[in-house]
């Protein structure tokens, strides 16, 4: 009797773990229709209980720092592409996040890097993904966009293309970061026993370790009316076989149109690709006529549902914003037309 | 005067090329209600003006060889996703097809492949990118799916990862064949003034050269009401920079959805990319009741008005298909579950 209690406590347990892992954390902002740029830092296991002040501080004013150049470039009435491009170089060259400096290492010890960015006005994409000695991967791809006739490049191939841009390269060690470093070494020692080639086991549903989280990205609207979204990222600790997760797929982790909205994710990227997630809110809303903040609820939602976990950011032509996210927490960053700033960490 | 009218002439004959590759081509098939299986060898300047009757022999050859592999499955009783494969396989291993063994080159003289699979049951998806020497890509492509964690690997990790799973490897040589090696030094020698870094001068809806065509795609309907759809292909010959296709990304060039269609497209990657082809014919049909043809045709018409050419071929729960595209032509096929072959190449 006893035991059959504690099972049905446990089986309680690991559903309330479920659920908690699944609702959809979606607030009222308090400036819709008036917001310019949205930014986010990644999601994941980001509690409150967990947070010192002095932690807390640190990303605050990462996230106010980007927010700010990307907003400098809105108020001067650059277009959206630049203030996207400028809010993720500033994510890219802190290594709080898991993007450019501080991308996390894979299997192999490497940091291999992913970017996309799209124009709505144009729908124009440029991606890269799988490079390991360009600084700061949004501007490979800005430059793919722009100065390609193609839409993703990889590896060596997309770096020598970056070199011939004249952007900035760097030696794979400029990547370095001890704490990113330790992250492998405890993601390896934590893995599950191997039912999968070279894989650890993982029950779907149950939450997954923060080893993908940290990705960051960009949405913007500017004086034209133009929207654009960019997302960077290193990827997934301890990913190997030349993994690409979510980031770079256009209508997985990035898209624009300002026929709708422009869209960055950051989560458990295999199911923002099954799901389609960026461009899934965008045909929400274009052809079940959904406001952008009902789309991206139910885009995590379905997120939820097939088992993965994480968020979105969202903004539509005429201002209105979307965070929603199912970790504990999302790193998200808003600034509104009148540069009024607002900052939220945890789900609360 | 005489100038004028000769300037008129040009213009309007430029004019009608364009329009002419923008038209979409969708015929009413004769079995609709009854398919289990279409197959696609991709679209291009595909003219019965071109083509001599041995050549059109060994093309109807081949498409049927491919549909009979596929359709055996099904007749079996097994899951779309075996017919899926097994009809790719048959058209990578022939080298009349941009795919596995008769990839075409890329600027730098090698053959790098691309494959995806989707189940539309399950909406798992597997994909590789950039892969030298696994002979069958959408092999590694189910292996994804089915034994690994993740969606989409690329490059050496993808070949590792093939390896462990015991598929064939064979040296990239395997993959040379003197038709492709010719075709890419003529695309070297038309290469154009080059505007954009590394790149060709390209005027868009003036209609691409054939050099991006010959992907292969299945999409299939089992016994179980399941749908599962594959694309592979060797890309775009004279390509450079580890450039990326639609093939591989899933909700572009491939996708699938029990709910909805399989569907697999062919052409110009990049628009099919920047429009989320794939999953932009699922939502039609989701979010918009769409019919199958009529998603695909809105999907066909949108890559043409913005520039892009190709076709793709899409199958619905109750074995209603669509096989739009907007070249020349498109190697194309069907069987019905009563095994009624109809195979078709030019755009009459």
Same mark, same amino acid.
């Given at each position: 009797?006893?035991?059959?209690?504690?099972?049905?406590?446990?089986?309680?347990?690991?559903?309330?773990?479920?659920?908690?892992?699944?609702?959809?954390?979606?607030?009222?902002?308090?400036?819709?229709?008036?917001?310019? +740029?949205?930014?986010?830092?990644?999601?994941?296991?980001? +509690?409150?209980?967990?947070?010192?002040?002095?932690?807390?501080?640190?990303?605050?004013?990462?996230?106010?720092? !980007?927010?700010?150049?990307?907003?400098?470039?809105?108020?001067?009435?650059?277009?959206?592409?630049?203030?996207?491009?400028?809010?993720?170089?500033?994510?890219?060259?802190?290594?709080?996040?898991?993007?450019?400096?501080?991308?996390?290492?894979?299997?192999?010890?490497?940091?291999?890097?992913? !970017?996309?960015?799209?124009?709505?006005?144009?729908?124009?994409?440029?991606?890269?993904?799988?490079?390991?000695?360009?600084? #700061?991967?949004?501007?490979?791809?800005?430059?793919?966009?722009?100065?390609?006739?193609?839409?993703?490049?990889?590896?060596?191939? !997309?770096?020598?293309?970056?070199?011939?841009?004249? +952007?900035?390269?760097?030696? /794979?060690?400029?990547?370095?970061?001890?704490?990113?470093?330790?992250?492998?070494?405890?993601?390896?020692?934590?893995?599950?026993?191997?039912?999968?080639?070279?894989?650890?086991?993982?029950?779907?549903?149950?939450?997954?370790?923060?080893?993908?989280?940290?990705?960051?990205?960009?949405?913007? +609207?500017?004086? #034209?009316? #133009?929207?654009?979204?960019?997302?960077?990222?290193?990827?997934?600790? #301890?990913?190997?076989?030349?993994?690409?997760?979510?980031?770079?797929?256009?209508?997985?982790?990035?898209?624009?149109?300002?026929?709708?909205?422009?869209?960055?994710?950051?989560?458990?990227?295999?199911?923002f690709i099954r799901n389609v997630a960026a461009y899934d809110l965008s045909a929400l809303m274009e052809y079940k006529s959904m /406001?952008?903040?009902?789309?991206?609820?139910?885009?995590?939602?379905?997120?939820?549902?097939?088992g993965g976990n994480g968020g979105l950011i969202a903004l539509d032509r005429n201002g209105n914003a979307a965070m929603p996210f199912?970790?504990?927490?999302?790193?998200? !960053?808003?600034?509104?037309?009148?540069?009024?700033?607002?900052?939220?960490?945890?789900?609360?």
């Amino acid at each position: 009797m006893k035991r059959a209690r504690l099972c049905f406590l446990l089986a309680a347990s690991f559903l309330c773990h479920i659920a908690a892992g699944q609702s959809v954390t979606s607030q009222q902002l308090p400036g819709q229709g008036q917001y310019v +740029l949205l930014i986010h830092g990644g999601a994941g296991t980001i +509690l409150r209980s967990k947070m010192t002040s002095g932690k807390e501080k640190v990303y605050r004013e990462a996230l106010e720092a !980007a927010l700010k150049a990307g907003y400098a470039k809105i108020k001067d009435g650059q277009p959206a592409l630049e203030a996207v491009q400028a809010a993720i170089r500033i994510m890219e060259d802190n290594p709080l996040f898991n993007a450019g400096k501080g991308a996390v290492f894979t299997h192999g010890g490497r940091n291999e890097l992913d !970017a996309a960015i799209m124009d709505g006005n144009t729908r124009k994409a440029g991606a890269v993904t799988g490079v390991t000695t360009i600084k #700061n991967p949004i501007d490979a791809a800005r430059a793919v966009m722009e100065r390609s006739e193609h839409v993703m490049l990889s590896g060596k191939g !997309a770096e020598q293309f970056a070199k011939q841009c004249g +952007l900035t390269i760097v030696r /794979p060690k400029y990547f370095y970061t001890e704490e990113r470093w330790q992250g492998l070494q405890k993601a390896i020692r934590d893995e599950a026993p191997k039912t999968k080639v070279g894989h650890r086991q993982q029950q779907p549903g149950t939450g997954f370790p923060d080893y993908k989280f940290g990705t960051v990205g960009a949405v913007a +609207l500017d004086r #034209n009316g #133009n929207l654009a979204a960019g997302t960077s990222t290193g990827g997934m600790t #301890n990913k190997r076989f030349g993994r690409i997760g979510d980031s770079p797929v256009i209508g997985a982790g990035t898209y624009a149109s300002n026929k709708t909205a422009a869209v960055s994710c950051t989560g458990w990227g295999e199911y923002f690709i099954r799901n389609v997630a960026a461009y899934d809110l965008s045909a929400l809303m274009e052809y079940k006529s959904m /406001p952008v903040k009902e789309a991206g609820d139910a885009v995590i939602t379905k997120i939820g549902s097939s088992g993965g976990n994480g968020g979105l950011i969202a903004l539509d032509r005429n201002g209105n914003a979307a965070m929603p996210f199912n970790t504990a927490g999302m790193y998200r !960053a808003a600034i509104t037309k009148d540069g009024k700033i607002t900052i939220f960490l945890y789900n609360d």
